[in-house]
C-alpha cells in the first residue's frame, strides 16, 4: 500500500510538473506555426538602439544629421512556401537577465530578446526555412548560431572573409560559428530569386563588407520594399559620394548604391534604411506585420 501511495505522489507530481511547463511553454516556444499565408508577410523585430554614434565616421559633422542614434532592427518574411530571417540583432538573447531591463552591450540598448519577438508572431528559430545576413558587423549578428538549422543565405566573399584565419570578425566567431556546418546556399553577386516567385529577392550590394547583400520584398498590399542593410546608414547619406571610413571598398559601395538605386526606380520599391531611427518609428513592429 505505501508503495502504491508513493508512485501515485510520484505520479501526480510528474504531472504537475508537466502541465507547469505546458503553461509556460507557449511564451517561449511556440507550439504550432501559424497557418502559411496566402501572400507575403514582413514583420519588422526591434533589436535596441545605438548610442551616440560618431557621425565622423560617416563624413558627416553633428549639425548635418537630424537623428544620429541609429536603430537596430531585423525582419521576418513569411512567405507561403517558408519564412526567412534578415539579421540577428545586436545584443545576444543570452545577455538579457529576468527582470533586468534595458540591456546593455557597449554602446547597444535593447529591452526585447529576438526569440521572445518571433514567439509572438509564433515562429521559433527552427520553424525558420532560411536565414541570411546583411553583413558580418556585431550590430547584425548577435543571434546568428540560433538560425544554424536553417538554410543559409550568404555572398561567397562574405562567408570567406567570416571565416578566414584572420577574419575582421574573429573575435565576435561565437556568435556565428555554428553557421560554417549550416546548409547553406551560397550566392556570386547575382539575384537569387528564394521562393521562386519574385516575391523575395536577394540582391548583392559589395562594398560595405566583402559581400553585403540585401533583400527585395514584393507585398500584395503595401507594394514592393527594399530592406538595404547597411547600403546606407543615415537618409542623409543618399544621394552623397560619401561612404564610411571604415568601408571595405568605397568605390565598390558607390557601384552598388548606383545600381540599386537604379532597380529602385524601375521597381518603385520604398527604401528602408535599416538604421534609420526616423523611418523606424514610423514603422508598424511584430506582432504587427505589412502584406
Known sequence: MLMHMSSRKRFALTLGALMAFAVL????????????????RLYVFDNGIIKDPDVSRFRFKKEEIAEPNFVVCSYLI?????TLMFDAGSVPDANFKEGVTPTTLNR????????????????????????????????????????????????????DAMFAEDSPVKEQLPLFNRLKD????????????????????????????????VIFVKLAKSGPILLSGDLYHYR????????????????????????????????????????????FRGLKKAPEYYE
Open 108 to 159: 547597444y540598448v535593447a529591452t526585447k530578446t529576438l526569440k521572445s519577438q518571433l514567439a509572438a508572431v509564433g515562429y521559433a528559430p527552427k520553424d525558420i526555412t532560411y536565414f541570411a545576413l546583411s553583413h558580418y558587423h556585431g550590430d547584425h549578428i548577435a543571434n546568428s548560431n540560433d538560425f544554424a538549422g536553417s538554410t543559409g543565405l550568404v555572398q561567397k566573399p562574405e562567408r
Open 78 to 82: 513569411v512567405h507561403p512556401k517558408g
Open 25 to 40: 511553454a507557449p511564451s517561449t516556444y511556440p507550439q504550432n506555426r501559424p497557418k502559411p499565408p496566402k501572400s507575403v
Open 182 to 213: 549550416s546548409k547553406t546556399k551560397i550566392l556570386d553577386g547575382q539575384d537569387f530569386d528564394v521562393f521562386g516567385d519574385g516575391t523575395v529577392v536577394v540582391k548583392g550590394a559589395y562594398g560595405h563588407t566583402p559581400g553585403h547583400q
Open 236 to 279: 542623409e547619406e543618399r544621394f552623397t559620394d560619401k561612404t564610411p571610413t571604415f568601408e571595405f571598398n568605397g568605390p565598390q559601395s558607390l557601384a552598388s548604391r548606383a545600381n540599386i538605386e537604379a532597380f529602385l526606380k524601375k521597381s518603385g520599391a520604398q527604401l528602408w534604411i535599416e538604421h534609420d531611427l526616423q523611418l
